[in-house]
């Protein structure tokens, strides 16, 4: 060993030390912060399944790649820093001797084959992976970028650690060659030995480009755990666990999708018979009130923006961007840990349970933090304004487009359940739509034996249940298709397709109710209970001695289709729920429906998010149309599961939008694009806020939106479709 491998083997050693000695603190100031959360119990449950979910999600990248280029350039970079870690390792033994290398396998052709493929993809993939950051840097002129709020540096330092390690590597490699001691032949490695041809035959040259390579590698180590809130760098630890333990495992994607995770209490679900706004938790108002899973998922949160760049509500110049919610979240739990850990914090009265003696050595700043309110105005020094609160829709693109699976749906009514339950603070022209659930069954406020009206004028009979011996489906109206003017046109359609086709059905009529969906989102959770407990009880005497698949529900509305479908279940309803589209299609294709004349014009369809995104309903309104129309589909720019949301979920049906542009709006301009004078819908909530955008435009006479099914009767039944439908709005 001479003067030079001295040197750089000190280095080396002392740089790790120090780079491993912040790591482990970091890390268990991690797991400290993360366990002040609320226990999950049920994110334990069928580990196979959740190890085979992460295993290919992050191996098979399946949610990177949806995004092309970006998606496969972070494949090579994420598999380059997993196996090229061996080639760091590697670096400990070539900074001792200039012909070091790892034992056993340093020396096989097949590593260094391997080696020599990925570090030169992984250098084209982080090159790609710069270009794409600094093309949409926040501070480019036009558009928004998905990078805004990012903590750009970060990102920055990272991905150029990751391009000096990556070009260090050949150059170590090159001056072996240089010198005569690289063992893989040219085959395998050429681009290690054309850099070897460039360099000089350095006989330290070995020692010390390792050295440096160990000191770039661990530098990142270092900076990384003196900021254990960088998530663009935590991320590719983190991730793993935060896959593992997602909502629904084997959900195909987005976990945090369909139903609302329930409202808890120290890891329980809340039985509100029994509950005490004293002893059992109401939604969140502290951050150490989300789970543990919760402040995993601020922790692991990657800055990439990608549920930004999706979200309806920052595309239209609303506060709300889901990932600056999460980062908001992460940065104020890890600021107030250090209160929390030395035992602060309100009990559920609002009294501080530390000593003054635990807070005495406190930093002031930790208690200041530990002062702010979860939610709260700028004035008021809130960590989340609540007018972003207010401004989701529940539409889920945030919760789809996550690569590493953060529940941002959940967290906001958790957050919106506190405010609701507790505070009774909330948007107040929603206050009349919560009034119209507890006192007359319905949002709008309709009386109840009103709910049949739809029925008058068919020219056939509409059974009811239990004057019907038997039949196949129950036909969930819903209170948009009962009591809204456009959505009962819809209800009437699907009726007499029904009846058409010569599917048995029955109504509930008087005896249904609101299946509680706006009351969920909105947060107060106690109406949504009522509601489903009363709907529950009703369907279960309904299907009375029926198994699970013969308990069949159609529903016209994809809200009452997601919460009798994937909620009921949570309050002793277990049925088979099917949205109108996939029971029209299934008759389409067995030939119990049968177009005859082609709707013509171009027609456009716009997905529904609780159909298409949250329960993966594309497919069977597409069949419908498809059968039904002249010509192809026109399909907007964003549809499928990166559809445009109508701006009617979470509530927000009743709530005014009151800031930046309408949601509705941009979805019509879209679909007005297409040159489509149909635009078809299968939600009635799509239904009413694309017709009012059609009709804010004033193109009510050009373009036209109407159900599915009723495209479909028109097909079916040209002269009796016709009249079924609205025309504009």
């Given amino acids: 060993m001479g003067s030079v491998q001295i040197v750089t083997t000190i280095l080396a050693a002392a740089i790790t030390a120090v780079a491993v000695w912040l790591a482990v603190r970091a890390v268990l100031k991690m797991v400290a912060v993360i366990r002040l959360g609320q226990p999950a119990p049920e994110r334990f449950t069928d580990k196979i399944t959740r190890a085979r979910t992460m295993l ?18 972070h494949w090579f970079v994420m598999v380059g820093f997993v196996v090229l870690s061996l080639l760091v390792l590697e670096a400990y033994f ?32 982080i090159l790609v992976l710069m270009a794409i950051r600094l093309r949409n840097r926040p501070t480019r002129p036009g558009g928004r970028s998905r990078f805004t709020g990012s903590t750009m540096w970060q990102g920055y330092f990272v991905e150029w650690i990751v391009l000096l390690v990556l070009i260090f590597g050949f150059v170590i490699r090159g001056f072996k060659v240089a010198t005569d001691h690289f063992e893989f032949p040219v085959w395998a490695t050429p681009v290690s030995h054309a850099v070897g041809a460039v360099l000089p035959a350095w006989a330290d040259g070995v020692s010390v480009a390792a050295a440096i390579k160990i000191i770039i590698s661990m530098t990142w180590l270092i900076v990384i755990s003196l900021n254990v809130t960088m998530g663009v760098a935590w991320h590719r630890f983190l991730a793993f666990p935060n896959i593992f333990f997602k909502r ?129 105005t700028a004035e008021e020094g809130g960590v989340i304004d609540p007018d972003v609160l207010w401004s989701c829709t529940t539409c889920g693109a945030c919760v789809e487009q996550c690569p590493v699976d953060i529940e941002h749906v959940d967290h906001i009514v958790d957050m919106r359940r506190y405010q609701v339950l507790i505070e009774s603070s909330f948007p107040s022209e929603a206050g009349v739509m ?69 599917v048995s059905f029955a109504i509930l009529g008087e005896g249904e109710t609101c299946s509680g ?6 947060g107060n959770e106690f109406v949504f209970q009522m509601l489903a407990q009363q709907n529950v009880e009703t369907l279960n005497e309904a299907f009375e001695g029926r198994e699970k698949a013969k308990r069949k529900i159609v529903a016209t509305c994809p809200h009452c289709f997601n919460t009798l479908g994937n909620e009921y279940g949570q309050l002793g309803g277990e049925f088979e729920v099917v949205h109108h589209t996939q029971l029209l299609a299934h008759l389409v294709a067995t ?51 990166r559809s445009f949301c109508c701006g009617a979920g979470g509530a927000r049906m009743w709530m005014e939008e009151k800031i930046g542009k309408r949601i509705n709006v941009d979805r019509v301009e879209e679909a007005m694009a297409t040159g489509a004078r149909t635009v078809a819908v299968g939600c009635p909530f799509c239904s009413t806020m694309l017709n009012d955008g059609v009709n804010g435009k004033g193109a009510g006479e050009q373009v036209e939106v109407i159900d599915v099914a009723s495209v479909l009767l028109r097909s079916v039944k040209p002269q009796g479709g016709k009249e079924t439908t609205p025309v504009g709005g």
């Fill in 94 to 125: 070539e900074v001792v001797t200039t012909d070091g290398g790892l034992p056993i396998i340093g020396h096989w052709t097949i590593f260094g084959l391997v080696t020599e493929i990925i570090g030169v993809l992984g250098l084209v993939g």
């Fill in 56 to 73: 290919v999600e992050t191996a098979g990248h399946t949610r990177m790649l949806k995004w092309g280029v970006v998606g496969a350039a």
């Fill in 517 to 522: 969906d706006p009351a969920r989102r909105i």
């Fill in 248 to 376: 629904e495992p084997a959900r195909p994607a987005g976990s945090g999708l369909g139903a609302l995770r329930p409202m808890t209490s120290q890891g329980k679900p809340l039985d509100f018979e029994e509950a005490d706004p004293e002893k059992d938790q109401f939604g969140v108002a502290h951050v150490e009130q989300f789970t543990w899973k919760g402040l995993l998922d601020f922790s692991t949160c990657t800055e990439c923006g990608r549920c930004q760049s999706q979200c309806p509500a920052w595309n239209t110049g609303k506060p709300l961007s889901p990932k600056l919610l999460v980062l908001s979240l992460r940065d104020h739990a890890y600021a107030k840990a250090p209160y929390l850990l030395a035992g602060g914090g309100k009990d559920l009265t609002g009294e501080e349970k530390a000593t003054q003696a635990q807070l005495a050595h406190l930093d002031v700043l930790a208690l200041a933090e530990a002062d702010k309110p979860l939610i709260g």
């Fill in 434 to 502: 919560l009034r119209n659930l507890e006192n007359k069954g319905n949002p709008w406020g309709a009386p109840q034996n009103t709910r049949e009206d739809w029925t008058k004028g068919l020219d056939f009979e509409v059974p009811r249940v239990g004057e019907v011996d038997d039949f196949e489906y129950l036909f969930w109206v819903g209170c948009a298709g009962a009591f809204e003017d456009r959505a009962k046109k819809t209800t009437r359609a699907v009726a007499t397709l029904l009846n058409e086709a010569g």
């Fill in 591 to 641: 030939g119990k429906l049968t177009p005859v004349q082609p709707v013509d014009g171009g027609v456009t369809y716009h997905d529904p998010c609780y159909l298409g995104r949250h329960n993966r309903v594309f497919a069977a309104p597409r069949e419908v149309l498809g059968d039904a129309i002249e010509g192809d589909l026109t399909e907007m720019p964003r549809n499928s599961e």
